[in-house]
């Protein structure tokens, strides 16, 4: 077989798999949860695609990596916990 006909039997497989399962996964979620709380979720993408490619493709954590990782991770703690109760419009 050739390496063309791989590839690209390689990228179908990426491209339908994958791609649909983590679709069909996040669906489910917002489902369970709402789209409000699952929302903020969405941003941790790039945390576990930087993560991976520390883990199997050997880059070198920088600084700049924990700090985002910090930053992401504390707006998606803050915006998806529930808000105290009264927070909204009460002014008595």
């Known amino acids: 077989m050739p390496i063309a006909d791989i590839a690209g039997l390689s ?35 790039p945390v576990f ?18 700090i985002v990782f910090a930053l992401v991770l504390t707006g998606v703690f803050v915006a998806s916990r529930k808000p105290a109760h009264g927070s909204y419009g009460s002014y008595s």
């Open 11 to 45: 990228l179908f497989y990426v491209a339908a798999f994958p791609s649909t399962l983590a679709y069909l996964c996040f669906n489910r979620g917002v489902q369970l949860i709402g789209a409000n709380r699952a929302a903020p979720f969405f941003h941790v993408v």
């Open 49 to 66: 695609g930087s993560a991976m490619a520390i883990v199997f493709l050997g880059e070198h954590p920088q600084l700049f990596h924990i």
